[in-house]
């Protein structure tokens, strides 16, 4: 093997030989290491409706005023996804740095979702709440800090009670 | 039929009469030490006459046009030769050539030497462009033994794809299939779709294609819209005289996930195809015919796909120097979708944060049906030694439906072409090419609609015509030759009035001692699509909205190159490029109405340097090559936003190939490296990693068979390109190929 064989080896061998791609990754269990916005436990109580697309959880900087509101949530586009039931499960959920007045989960039934049609397909099924909130929606106020992320976020969803876009923007149709 | 034997036999003898008046080239094609060469490949350059030499290496071409000619001869494992000369009327002039032995057919991607190259819409060679060009040739798309052409285009230098999205020195990134910044053309046609502007890059089958160019850089000048950013030309193979079959199967495998806790299925996904190609021809009249089909059980979750085709082409040549060609191809894919991949809570997780082999639950059971073909038909006559045009018509269909939960989506697009090209040569040393060109598209869909409702029930069709002319003149001054150009285009949607875009470029190439200068300035520009235009669909929870007074992106691009040979075994070549765009059309996301919608908002700046160094050989046997590409790509600031890295794009892009050979055995492999992207959309906190990727190959010929091997993937490395979407894992292929 002359020189430049040599080199030309060493050279291929030693650019593939740093093979570090993607890994499985453990859901974790308290907000990770450089990781911004919220972690939490999600606990879950009675049965999960036949006709469920899917659960997720959102943030809110403002609690909604409006129903033309309630797509202002955070994380855009899509907001990580909730187990549907099971034991409880440890989220976490990606937010810039700010204040947040409702950390929920919404829960959404099967069909194409528009802003149309928000209140027959979503439900909010529980959020995160604290005692000391004094606001008149009483959910909880949650800071998340630059390059930090916000631990026990705790809430529970509770599938058997669920309530409409309407209930919090009357009337109900 | 004595009807039509009469008229067929004056036609005959008519060509024959006139072909009195043609040329004859012949002469012999030797192998270095190893004598004449049969079924060596001997074509003349421009019209494309050739043929095939017999046992003894002889060869003989005897209806060629009277002028100055490009012969070109060329046998696998050789190094091509070219000779240029000049035949009068009724004379006979000899061109023999001896072949020099080469680990390939020239370099794993020919982007030096004296290839000739049709993607400035005439033949040049490769060191005359003013812009750089990589060529892959048919010896590299058979050793690398993949089933569509990206697959083959993708090692190319400073070429890289996402997810089937082509991206020239970063013109793209990635827009999910829409709005192409990079125009495919199939032997010079524009083949990009109707309807999204995007490519199918199985629109040709790979058995088809002779050779793939990549010309880097603006080339609105002379191809209009999509040329942005470059332009992928699909040459189809010229089919030679006599009878001659190929049959090629392959099979393979995918490798299971690294790890059991992203395992997804209790078998093990396998790919198989086969092809066939038979052809017939004559002096006058020549045809192939072509069809095939391949299964693939794809790597991650809901991946299969079936994917049939068929291709034809015939030539014609009544007169020496008249040609008329008609080709055609019809590709019909049912695939399931992979959505992204799964993360903590979408599937059965197993615990993890993310499932890179599965897809959300939500997201089963969608796939995609997608019919694709075109037709075209050129007529080429070399009226003398100084004129030569050519018209050509066609037309492109698409038809794709989308079937998911909750809705069907759908769209058929044609794009109808027509052109008329001149070349003169009206004084030594100069060429003038001009040409206009009309084409229209029109797409009938229920998602490109242009209505403001959420429904899908709602169909509309939607149309776009385009009017163009352009002229490029070329003068010789010295040892440089100047080029200047530009195309003015007019475009009109529904019936709505004209909008022009002209499109300039100037450059030039100074020959020196060892290699040649280029440089060129030209402004490229893409209409938008009837996609981006007329979308409305919904993206849970937004409603895509229409945008139908989107305007063109432009842009300017410039680059300063050089191609240097260094020593009789190594040759350099380096480009420095620029380009500034504008009106770079976006999805615009905005929270308060819940609604996206496409707008001309960014500036770009993507400026960099392309180098390629190609060892041939390396050592005796062993060619190299290796190609970096440093990239800086910017969005510049506009409105509230600031300016940043432009989105999936890397810095760094490395790709080294080496190939050996010893007698009929070869083996080589290519690597590429792309560095980690510095900005993605969608879901910018993802963990990302850069690119590395190992292609394997070996191959053995034994006459009329020839046996490839691919390990794609080799260090079975995981990592995605575009959002939460799994790259190709390691793929095990064989391929097995029968020629008569």
Same mark, same amino acid.
């Given at each position: ?58 943030? $809110? ?27 409880? $499960? ?68 509770? $599938? ?14 | ?69 490009? #012969? ?25 050539? !001896? ?31 003013? %812009?750089?060009?990589? !060529? ?11 089933? %569509? ?42 083949? *990009? ?6 490519? *199918? ?29 470059? #332009?992928? *030309? ?12 190929? #049959? ?42 072509? +069809? ?5 059980? +794809? ?106 939960? +909750? ?89 709505? +009035? ?50 139908? *007074? ?90 509230? #936003? ?99």
């Amino acid at each position: 093997m002359t020189t430049r064989t040599r080199a030309a080896t060493f050279a291929l061998a030693a650019a593939v030989a740093c093979n570090q791609g993607l890994e499985p990754a453990l859901a974790p269990t308290s907000c990770p290491q450089g990781f911004v916005g919220v972690c939490g436990t999600v606990s879950f109580v009675g049965q999960v409706p036949e006709s469920t697309a899917k659960l997720f959880v959102v943030a $809110f900087d403002t609690f909604p005023k409006s129903q033309n509101d309630l797509f202002k949530f955070k994380p855009q586009p899509s907001p990580p996804n909730l187990p549907l039931g099971g034991p409880a $499960f440890f989220y976490t959920l990606p937010l810039p740095p700010g204040r947040y007045e409702w950390v929920l989960a919404v829960w959404q039934k099967q069909g194409t979702l528009s802003p149309a049609n928000a209140d027959s397909l979503l439900r909010e099924t529980g959020f995160y709440s604290d005692k000391g909130d004094t606001t008149e929606h009483g959910s909880g106020i949650v800071i998340v800090n630059p390059g930090t992320g916000t631990d026990s976020i705790d809430f529970v969803v509770d $599938f058997n009670t669920m309530h409409r876009v309407c209930f919090y923007f009357p009337p109900c149709p | 039929m004595k009807r039509l034997a009469l008229p067929a036999a004056a036609l005959g003898l008519w060509g024959q009469v006139l072909g009195a008046q043609d040329a004859v080239v012949y002469g012999t094609v030797h192998g270095e030490s190893v004598g004449p060469l049969r079924s060596a490949e001997v074509v003349v350059i421009g019209p494309n006459l050739g043929t095939l030499t017999d046992r003894g290496g002889k060869y003989r071409l005897s209806r060629v046009a009277p002028g100055v000619v490009i #012969v070109r001869a060329r046998f696998i494992g050789y190094v091509p030769a070219f000779d240029t000369v000049s035949v009068a009327a009724g004379d006979s002039v000899e061109a023999s050539f !001896v072949l020099r032995p080469s680990v390939t057919d020239g370099l794993p991607f020919v982007v030096l030497g004296p290839v000739v190259v049709t993607a400035a819409k005439r033949s040049q060679l490769l060191d005359q462009a003013i %812009t750089s060009v990589a !060529v892959v040739s048919d010896t590299e798309l058979a050793r690398r033994a993949v089933n %569509t052409v990206d697959e083959a285009v993708d090692k190319a230098p400073g070429v890289q794809f996402l997810y089937g999205q082509v991206n020239i020195r970063g013109s793209t990134g990635y827009v999910q299939g829409l709005g192409s910044r990079v125009l495919m053309l199939v032997d010079g046609v524009p083949a *990009n779709q109707g309807d999204r502007g995007g490519i *199918n890059w199985d629109l040709v089958p790979l058995e088809d294609v002779q050779r793939v160019e990549i010309v880097k850089g603006a080339g609105s000048s002379l191809y209009g819209s999509a040329a942005l950013g470059g #332009v992928v *030309n699909v040459l189809t193979r010229d089919i030679a005289p006599g009878f001659h079959a190929r #049959v090629r199967a392959t099979g393979g495998s995918y490798a299971n996930p690294p790890y059991d806790v992203w395992k997804f299925r209790d078998y093990t996904g396998a790919e198989e195809g086969l092809d066939a190609t038979g052809s017939y021809g004559t002096e006058l009249v020549r045809a192939s015919v072509t +069809g095939g089909g391949w299964h693939s059980d +794809g790597y991650r979750q809901q991946d299969r796909r079936d994917h049939w085709q068929t291709a034809a082409k015939l030539d014609w040549r009544p007169l020496a120097a008249t040609r008329l060609t008609a080709s055609g191809s019809w590709a019909s894919d049912q695939y399931e979708t992979p959505l992204m991949w799964c993360t903590q809570g979408g599937c059965n997780d197993r615990g993890q944060a993310y499932q890179p082999f599965m897809i959300d639950t939500a997201g089963r059971g969608a796939f995609t049906r997608s019919d694709k073909g075109y037709v075209s038909a050129t007529l080429e006559r070399t009226a003398s030694a100084r004129l030569a045009w050519q018209a050509r018509g066609s037309w492109l269909r698409t038809d794709f439906t989308d079937l998911q939960q +909750g809705q069907d989506d759908f769209g058929v697009a044609n794009r109808l072409g027509a052109e008329l090209r001149g070349i003169a040569r009206p004084a030594d040393g100069r060429v003038v090419t001009v040409g206009a060109e009309i084409a229209r598209s029109d797409v009938t869909t229920n998602i490109f609609t242009g209505d403001t409702s959420t429904t899908s029930t709602v169909v509309r069709t939607h149309t776009q015509s385009e009017f163009a002319a352009y002229g490029e003149s070329e003068q010789m001054v010295g040892r440089a030759r100047i080029t200047a150009g530009a195309r003015v285009d007019y475009i009109a949607v529904d019936g709505g +009035g004209l909008s022009a875009v002209v499109s300039p470029r100037v450059g030039g190439v100074f020959a020196t001692a060892h290699g040649a200068w280029r440089a060129s300035v030209g402004r490229g520009f893409r209409a938008p699509s009837l996609a981006e235009r007329f979308v409305s669909t919904t993206i849970p929870p937004f409603h895509v909205i229409p945008n139908p *007074n989107l305007r063109p992106e432009t842009a300017w691009s410039a680059e300063l190159g050089k191609v240097t040979e260094v020593s009789s075994a190594l040759r350099a070549d380096a480009a420095l490029f620029w380009t500034e765009a504008h009106d770079l059309i976006e999805p615009n996301v905005n929270l308060g109405t819940v609604q996206i919608q496409f707008r001309n908002v960014a500036r770009a700046r993507l400026a960099g340097l392309d180098v390629s160094l190609a060892a041939s050989p390396l050592t005796p046997r062993l060619t190299t090559s290796l190609a970096y590409t440093f990239l800086y790509a910017r969005g510049l600031a506009h409105d509230t #936003v600031p300016e940043r890295p432009l989105a999936f794009r890397p810095t760094h892009l490395v790709t080294l190939s080496a190939d050996y050979q010893w007698h009929t055995v070869s083996a080589g492999g290519d690597f590429r490296y792309t560095s980690r992207f510095e900005r993605v959309e969608l879901y910018p906190g993802d963990e990302r990693v850069a690119g590395k990727v190992l292609d394997l190959r070996v191959g053995v010929e034994r006459g009329p068979l020839s046996l490839r091997g691919r390990l794609a993937n080799a260090l079975n490395y995981i990592y995605n390109q575009v959002p939460r979407t799994l790259a190709p894992v390691r793929t095990l292929s064989v391929t097995l190929t029968w020629t008569y």
